[in-house]
């Protein structure tokens, strides 16, 4: 079964500085996609970025970028220049189907101004 | 924008009633799912459909069922309401083949007394 790893429970960042969220996966699989959603506090979870896993290049979006780690099954997600909006839980997500999708426990980021 | 809204953001139930829990998405969306989140657990999916009135349980679907009879909406349905089902539910809904990122609602979060 496919299973989402994100050990860092809560991870915490100063305004401006850069963060990296870790998450590793387990997965017979060669074709698959990666996630990384936000959910802010009482708000509706977004998507942040998504990684093809045929694709060598890591996925970018504006200051959230991935490190893809294919062979090692590793998919961390980096926040650049942290603004305190980005406070939030941060789900990693894999699946390899339409109807089959695996969520990390979440890691919960505060920004401090 | 995709949009996903669900009928009620906070609900308080009494042990053993019957609880609708509705879902709407506005794009068309083959798919739908219903997940529940708890703390240090993610999200677990319930049930999931991929048309209408089509539905195939997830990981966790003892308590619960469900009912697409239109495309645009996904009703979950507890029959017989108990407190290990308070929990935040969430509803989310996905293109269909090539198009896997998921689009979520606001959420609900049950309580059962």
């Known amino acids: 079964a496919q299973t989402v790893t994100q050990s860092q429970p809560e991870m915490s960042v100063q305004e401006a500085e850069t963060v990296t969220l870790s998450c590793t996966y387990d997965?017979?699989?060669?074709?698959?996609?990666l996630f990384w959603y936000k959910q802010p506090p009482s708000r509706q979870m977004i998507l942040v970025i998504r990684?093809?896993?045929?694709?060598?290049q890591n996925a970018t979006e504006n200051r959230f970028s991935v490190n893809f780690q294919k062979a090692a099954k590793s998919f961390s997600l980096k926040i650049s220049d942290s603004q305190l909006g980005d406070a939030a839980m941060y789900f990693c997500?894999?699946?390899?189907?339409?109807?089959?999708?695996?969520f990390g426990a979440g890691t919960r980021l505060t920004v401090k101004p | 924008d995709v949009k996903v809204t669900q009928s009620s953001r906070y609900l308080v139930k009494r042990t053993g009633e019957k609880v609708f829990l509705e879902c709407v998405q506005d794009m068309d969306h083959e798919n739908m799912f219903w997940y529940r989140q708890d703390p240090g657990l993610g999200l677990r999916l319930i049930y999931f459909?991929?048309?209408?009135?089509?539905?195939e349980k997830g990981d966790i679907p003892e308590g619960y069922s469900v009912s697409r009879e239109k495309k645009e909406r996904f009703s979950l349905i507890l029959e017989s309401a108990s407190t290990n089902q308070t929990s935040m539910y969430l509803c989310a809904s996905s293109f269909g083949p090539e198009r896997y990122e998921q689009y979520f609602g606001p959420g609900t979060r049950l309580t059962v007394t």
């Open positions: 990684q093809e896993a045929y694709k060598q």
């Open positions: 997500a894999y699946t390899y189907n339409n109807n089959d999708m695996r």
């Open positions: 997965t017979s699989e060669s074709d698959y996609y």
């Open positions: 459909s991929y048309d209408v009135k089509m539905k």
